[in-house]
């Protein structure tokens, strides 16, 4: 066995994903020496089987969507005399093509950022101290400062254990064909984004949730716009039903909640039913480290019990976001650095790419009078947006709730068509501690579907105008 | 206009006006219906007054601290600027009709003292934070400062950069935060409510009266082991006896003796009322501050009824319940500290009356009796006297006399 190369870095970052390489850099940009272990491809799960392939899908589908849609009924005085053709191999090629883009840009940031990055699982022997087995060689790495940033993979279930037929949303974002009949366990955001993809290109989707609702995670206002979407796509749902096993032809069983069987006809299965933290396979128990439940403990300096042991994203809790192991990333990386900072946000941001999409930010209507505050409400539906209107995208509405002692914004909501976007004007307005007053008062560009929040702000405090 | 008056209702028990404790609203804020509007206190009694209509407060009259009478304007309430709420309709033409009874007496105990009370930021709930943009956090964090800490300027008590460059930042330490900090707080405190009222009885005790204080030591063991055996017999549901009706009974006792020491002086009048009857001020701490409730008819009640009498008056006074009746009247007070009584103290009189007595703590010390040192529980006794009225002669037989009593308690029950 060779003899292995050692490295004694002050940082060391454990996964490349959007937490660890944020940190990274970060870290780099400090004047920290710093190593990041990466056992696959730069970008973690966001870049290379989540977030970024499944919206280039989503907007491929959409595209395909629209014009089969003009195909089939023409509209706004567009028309095709042949349907579209769908070459999804190469649909694929091109999401590959942007993934590969973004694993480049990774690579090349944290190089500007001296950044060493090693390719290979890092296995730990104590909290500082980890063994890579790398296409070189071995190099063992004993650092000041630990970041863990091992990320998330998705749950399995026991009477659909990953392989063949069953996929997880990893293999179906890397499918060569469009399956016929497509059954999606598990109506979340994942399940649904890649559901209503595969439906708009071309497949029959059946989903299958457990709970009395889809997108459980969203109020039942928010998600009604996507519900009616879904059975106007043709989707067929099954709530409170429960995934059971295969039968015959690879169909799926399922229990309904009335106790009665039914086989779904299917030929893959696409399980998205959560995602659980990395803690195995690395030697986390060698580390001494605290846990919460299934999670990494962390305080708001993002250090575990061990001292200079950090942990970072999907490993430490929920919500598992990109953004939120970014934001601790940087945070992890100032405190090794010596700034005083903390991961203390307002508003933590989720967004859903359904067709039409979900944003939260902050507390619900709901939510904030269970928390004890008389609120006031203002909703702007975008059937009275002129923007909407424009992109023939009418459904949905943007909604705020604020305490209705002095008027500070608590939560801000929206579903629609592009309204993933608006999320930027929601944290901020969160973040900077914006009464009704502030959002009134401010001039939002038209025609954009932003101006549904200064208009939702003006329907709180009694005053809207175009509704 | 939908501008509604709401004027000062008759709070009862014949009182004319009374004093602003602690507006609940501000001017410009909206109000809901029932929503509190302002604390107001009569003689001892705390009232919460809620708003009969919603709306938005147009103009306070008075601050904290004034005195507002019955049937004067308190709030104005813009009743059309409730268009807050854009859910509900708003009837802009017809003014909502006051309802009959916006004054609550609520078994709430009074707000926490003004004098205790510091310009400091709202309290927050609990997991609340803070309003302060991401910048003015981050700042916060370098400069070592709690946001908590800090009353915002901006809207909703927002806190912004002004508001944190004015405070003096922690001083930095090379090794770490420093241990100890200088404090440079300097608050002025306005004295109303009940702690005016405190300081006004005071004060007027203090000018009129001429006090004379005589401390006594008295050996409590034979009643102490006698209130010990009781204690231990006592009926289910019984009350715990402690000293106070004992020494209550011996004082009972002792005024028929000295009947000018259970007393009231009207030095104006030049006139002094004797009374009969023992109607005992229990001097008692609330969480408000000082009050005295009285056991009326003291003379007439059994160690047990006593004992439960004191317990019903002062926890009535602690919780704010106290009415007017159960709160004046009384002809001599009786003010004892406990465990925390200490050694000596000189009791201001509850003017007009002419006397106070109070009990200290009572200690085993070594006494010498017979020739031998014995350990004995032992008890001082502090009162104070109206000089004008008692001569130190009758001051010390007076004490003496209860002396003797509680050292011979079976004398406590003899008529």
């Known amino acids: 066995m060779a003899r292995a190369k050692e490295l004694t870095p002050k940082v060391l970052v454990v996964g490349g994903g959007p937490g660890g390489y944020v940190a990274a850099i970060r870290a780099g940009q400090l004047g920290l020496e710093t190593v990041l272990v990466e056992k696959a491809v730069l970008g973690g799960a966001c870049l290379n089987r989540g977030c970024i392939p499944s919206k280039a899908l ?112 990893t293999e179906a974002l890397a499918l060569t064909e469009v399956p016929k009949h497509l059954v999606v366990v598990g109506g979340g955001y994942i399940g649904l984004e890649l559901g209503m993809a595969f439906c708009k290109l071309g497949a029959q989707v059946t989903v299958v949730e457990a709970g009395p609702r889809i997108l459980p995670q969203y109020d039942a206002e928010l998600t009604e716009p996507v519900r009616r979407s879904l059975i106007r796509q043709g989707i067929a749902l099954h709530l409170g039903a429960k995934a059971t096993g295969r039968g015959a032809d690879g169909a799926l069983l399922i229990l309904d909640t009335d106790g009665s069987e039914h086989s779904l006809a ?91 999409e979900i944003v ?73 501690g914006a009464v009704l007053e502030d959002l009134a008062s401010m001039i939002f560009a038209h025609p954009t579907l932003s101006e549904g929040f200064h208009e939702a702000a003006l329907k709180a405090l009694g005053h809207a105008i175009h509704i | 206009m939908g501008l509604y008056v709401f004027k000062l209702p008759d709070l009862g028990e014949g009182t004319t006006g009374a004093e602003i404790v602690a507006w609940r609203v501000a001017e410009g804020a909206a109000i809901g219906e029932d929503q509190p509007l302002v604390d107001v206190m009569t003689d001892k009694a705390t009232v919460e007054i809620t708003s009969p209509v919603a709306g938005r407060v147009a103009k306070l009259f008075g601050q904290a601290g004034d005195t507002a009478a019955v ?21 802009a033409v017809q003014a909502p009709a006051p309802r009959p009874d916006p004054v609550r007496m609520h078994s709430r105990t ?55 460059e004015g405070f003096q930042p922690v001083r930095p330490a ?6 100890l900090k200088t404090r440079d707080g300097v608050r002025e405190v306005k004295i109303i409510g009940l702690r005016r009222k405190i300081a006004e009885k005071m004060q007027a005790a203090k000018r009129h009266i001429p006090h004379i204080t005589y401390v006594e ?65 229990i001097a008692t701490q609330t969480p408000g501050g000082l009050m005295v409730p009285v056991v009326r008819h003291a003379e007439a009640l059994d160690l047990f009824d006593c004992a439960a009498e004191i317990q019903r008056v002062t926890q009535a006074a602690r919780e704010g319940k106290a009415a007017k009746s159960e709160l004046s009247g009384s002809t001599l007070t009786l003010t004892s500290l406990g ?54 002669w009758d001051a010390a037989r007076f004490v003496q006399n209860i002396k003797g009593r509680l050292e011979h308690p079976a004398t406590l029950f003899m008529s």
């Open chain 1, 58 to 169: 989503i907007h491929a589908a959409g595209s395909y969507a629209q014009m089969r849609d003009r195909f089939e009924a023409p509209h706004m005085g567009l028309s095709l005399s042949s349907a579209p053709k769908l070459d999804f191999a190469e649909t694929i090629a091109w999401k590959d093509g942007v993934v590969a883009k973004l694993n480049g840009g990774v690579a090349a940031l944290l190089k500007r950022a001296k950044v060493q990055v090693v390719t290979g699982a890092a296995q730990f022997t104590d909290a500082k101290t980890c063994q890579v087995e790398t296409g070189e060689g071995p190099v063992q790495i004993s650092a000041e400062a630990v970041i863990l940033a091992t990320g998330s993979t998705p749950v399995e279930l026991a009477c659909l254990p990953f392989g063949g037929d069953v996929l997880s949303s």
């Open chain 1, 266 to 356: 299917a030929d893959k299965i696409l399980v998205t039913v959560g995602r659980r933290p990395v803690t195995e396979g690395f030697g986390l128990e060698t580390m001494g480290v605290a846990m919460a439940g299934p999670f990494i403990a962390v305080d708001s300096a993002l250090r575990t019990s061990m001292r200079g042991v950090y942990a970072i994203g999907d490993v430490t809790g929920e919500p598992m976001l990109a953004h939120r192991a970014s934001a601790q990333g940087e945070v992890a990386a100032e405190i090794i650095a010596g700034l005083k900072r903390r991961f203390e946000p307002i508003a933590m941001p989720a967004v859903c790419f359904t067709d039409p």
């Open chain 1, 360 to 432: 939260s930010v902050g507390l619900s209507p709901t939510e904030a009078e269970a928390q004890g505050h008389p609120v006031l409400v203002g909703q702007f539906p975008f059937a009275a947006s002129g923007r909407a209107l424009s992109m023939d995208a009418t459904e949905g509405f943007v909604r705020l709730t604020a305490r209705r002692d002095d008027h500070r914004l608590l939560g801000a909501q929206a579903v629609g068509a592009h309204v993933s976007e608006l999320s930027a004007t929601f944290v901020t307005a969160l973040e900077m």
């Open chain 2, 71 to 91: 049937g004067s304007a308190l709030v104005e309430i813009d009743t059309e600027g409730e268009a807050v709420d854009a859910e509900r309709e708003v009837d």
């Open chain 2, 110 to 164: 009074p707000p926490p003292p003004d004098f205790i009370r510091r310009p400091a930021p709202k309290p927050l709930a609990a997991g609340e934070r803070p309003l302060a943009s991401p910048a003015v956090r981050q700042k916060a964090r370098e400069l070592g400062l709690d946001l908590r800490q800090i009353a915002g300027s901006g809207p909703a008590g927002r806190i912004e950069r002004a508001d944190i």
């Open chain 2, 174 to 179: 090379a090794t770490g935060e420093p241990r």
């Open chain 2, 217 to 281: 030591e008295i050996d409590v063991t034979e009643l102490e082991a006698l209130r010990q055996y009781l204690n231990s017999q006592k009926l289910d549901g019984a009350p715990r006896l402690t000293l106070l009706p004992f020494f209550v009974r011996a004082l009972a006792q002792a005024i028929c003796d000295h009947p000018q020491i259970n007393a009231r002086y009207d030095d104006e009048a030049g006139v002094l009322t004797e009374y009969d009857a023992l109607h005992l001020g």
């Open chain 2, 339 to 392: 465990t925390l009584g200490g050694l000596v103290h000189t009791p201001v009189i509850n003017w007009p009356e002419v006397a106070i007595v109070g009990p200290n703590r009572i200690v085993e010390r070594p006494v010498v009796r017979d020739g031998k040192i014995e350990v004995r529980k032992m008890m001082n006794l502090s009162s104070s006297f109206d000089h004008r009225i008692v001569d130190g």
